[in-house]
């Protein structure tokens, strides 16, 4: 495992360092840290700032050149994440279009689709959203029952997708469909593209424990779809879909640890603002998620580098998730504890410290271990795929 950067990608740091500074808009600085996606005006403004980011050419890094990416390395990848953490920037609005239906369309997209698709995905014109999730599909997703029917040259389609994240705020999803009831549960499936503008789709905002409403039921009632917007072969979205989900899981082996740190920075910040930086089992609790932090940087580091010599992403896509999704939790924890009864004020409240976004933080995190796979999945998959053991 190689820890250092060459001289041409602290160079690249450095650059970036500084148009960080200049660039990012006071507004948006420090909202990094608990960034709210469901609220329209920030989605705006969320936006604007993926554009200018594109503008400067730090939106698809690594997407080849023909796409309207750099061809950059991963690691200059990896470099710009931690640069926009320490400017506590906030992610790319459209990251599920950037990080994983972009690269799905260069691989099984037709040329009409990656010419229609790409160049929006990185400005941010298209905000895409992911319609996988059904009510009785989550973890074992292949068991979803929307309907997409061929009529001519359009799919009619029909069902219910759920948690569905800012649907009510995108223009475009990736949906995955069963084109053919008959077949075995993983074989039926389709991946198609929807304009989320289409009549027959309903997108109801759910409330989460957060205050907000980020995610959505979205319900499909006739919707016509034009059959040029199936991805690849039909009956055959499940592969599809598996590089989806593959390339969203690659890079957040790489960064999840970043979005941590930023948190662990303020909590020590936090720490000696009110007093407690002293007081011996709260800096017990630091050490350990700072160890946790490293840990997991190393983890991320350890599949970069196996990646980088040609080889395959491993287990620790799985475990950095597990880890990362109990780090997150008792982060949030121990900010609770050191924050005492004030870590219950939420943004807009005289007193909140961070303007309420510990609150926000600690609510969102509960959700940590159950998104892009939950803890117990994750352990299923290391105990019998990784571990050997036995399925029972
Ligand atoms: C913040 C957030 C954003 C999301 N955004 C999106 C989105 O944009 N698009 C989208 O399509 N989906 C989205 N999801 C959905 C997410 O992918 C699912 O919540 C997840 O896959 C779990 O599915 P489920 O909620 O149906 O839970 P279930 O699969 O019903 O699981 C319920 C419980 O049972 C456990 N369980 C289930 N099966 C097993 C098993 N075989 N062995 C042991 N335990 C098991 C689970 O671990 C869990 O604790 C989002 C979820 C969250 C929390």
Redesign the pocket.
Known sequence: MNFNFTPEEEAFRKEVRSWLEQDLPDDLRGRGFAASRADMEEVKRLRAWQKTMHEAGYVGMDWPREFGGRGAPITEMVILYQEMARAESPQLVNR?GVSMLGPTLMKFGTPKQQERFLTKILTAEDLW?????E?N?????ANLQTRAVRDGDHFVVNGQ???????HVADWGFFLVRTDPDAAKHKGISFLLIDMKTPGITVRPLR?MTGEA??NETFLDNVRVPVENLVGKLNEGWSVAITTLAYERDLLTFIRHISLRNALHRLVRLTQARGRAADPIVRQKIAQLWIGEQALQLNGYRSLTKILRGGAPGPEGSTSKLFWSQLDQELAQAATEVLGPYSQLSHGAERAPDEGQWEFYTS?AM?SG????????LR?ILGERVLGLPKD
């Open positions: 599920g959203c992911q319609g996988f999730s009510p599909a989550g973890s074992d997703l997708k759920v948690w569905t994240s800012m649907g989460q980020e995610f969102l959700a159950i998104r892009a796979g939950t803890s117990e999945i299923n």
